[in-house]
């Protein structure tokens, strides 16, 4: 089995970001990853597809998207037909600002969205207008001060904007999903040790003192997501990291992932995923190559 390109960035230890600003008429970088953040701004791509941790997405006329914690990216041309694709791509460390500076009221809504680039976001139309002209500007700036001072206001307004949504699932890339409640916390960490098994819903609620009915009522309030649809979730990120990191058949991850019928879970995760687990494995394998 082929591994995921692990990129070698050309930031050094003593750059505040790195940038580059190009036009090119096809996407031809495989599938990667790297330890360093990536905003990664794309125009004139209507018909291409993103693939960010297990989430694959035909994307518009724009794109911007976050990467952090070394999930894998990249995109492919699919029905992009488009020879003039402008790319804007800044990659920064994840001690530029530093953990002090983070922890400042002010920097609040930046610091949790760095954390949930952990799983890869993408910015709505609205922030994505709303901060090109600076991303433009940005490519302009001869200074490393300003371009700095420039790079951080971007960041400050996408963050309060907070019109952004996760794309790769948790389960997929092994983070470890935080919420408000110690109740909710130890319901999904008895499902992250458990999906394999057979989950009730009884069994949940008598975990956390709470009868099923209510339960359901205060899980769905919490995390936006129903008990079956939280555990469906689970077990297809699993699904999805071994269909990527290992040449086991669809049917034994079935199985191993906690579904119990190959037909219903071929269903489910081309709804969920958009493409046919034999599809998603054949699309991430034409991105790898040896590292």
């Known amino acids: 089995m082929n591994k995921i390109i692990t990129e070698i960035t050309p930031l050094s230890e003593k750059d505040c970001f790195y940038l580059v600003d190009r036009y090119k008429d096809r996407f031809t970088f495989p599938v990667h990853r790297h330890e360093e953040y990536e905003l990664n701004f794309l125009a004139n791509c ?5 693939v960010v941790g297990d989430s694959m997405e035909t994307i518009g006329e724009y794109d911007l998207v976050l990467i952090g914690n070394g999930i894998e990216h990249g995109w492919e041309q699919h029905e992009c037909d ?5 790319e804007i791509t800044i990659q920064f460390s994840h001690d530029l600002f530093g953990e002090s500076l983070l922890e400042k009221t002010q920097l609040a809504s930046v610091r949790r969205m760095l954390e949930v680039s952990s799983n890869g976001i993408v910015f709505s ?12 500007n940005l490519t302009k ?22 019109n952004y949504r996760r794309l790769s699932s948790s ?30 819903l009884s069994d949940l609620a008598a975990l956390v ?24 979730d ?42 046919s687990p034999k599809m998603f494995r054949e699309i991430y394998q034409h991105h790898k190559i040896l590292v």
């Open 141 to 162: 700036i001869d200074s490393g001060f300003y371009g700095m001072i420039e790079l951080m206001a971007i960041l400050y307004e996408l963050a309060e904007e907070g």
């Open 82 to 86: 488009n020879n003039r694709i402008r």
């Open 46 to 50: 209507t018909g291409a597809r993103r």
């Open 171 to 200: 389960s997929f890339a092994s983070l470890k999903p935080t919420v408000d409640s110690r109740r909710v916390q130890k319901v999904q960490d008895y499902i992250n040790l458990r999906y394999k098994e057979d989950i009730r």
């Open 234 to 275: 689970i077990r297809l990120g699993h699904a999805t990291r071994q269909l990527v990191d290992s040449t086991t058949s669809v049917a034994e991850i079935c199985y191993e992932c906690g579904f119990n019928n190959v037909s219903n879970f071929n269903r489910i995760f081309k709804k969920k995923k958009g493409a």
């Open 125 to 136: 139309s609205g922030s994505i207008m709303k901060v090109f002209n600076r991303l433009d």
């Open 209 to 232: 003192g709470m009868t099923p009915t209510a339960f359901s009522r205060f899980f769905k309030l919490r995390t936006g997501r129903s008990i079956s649809e939280y555990v469906i």
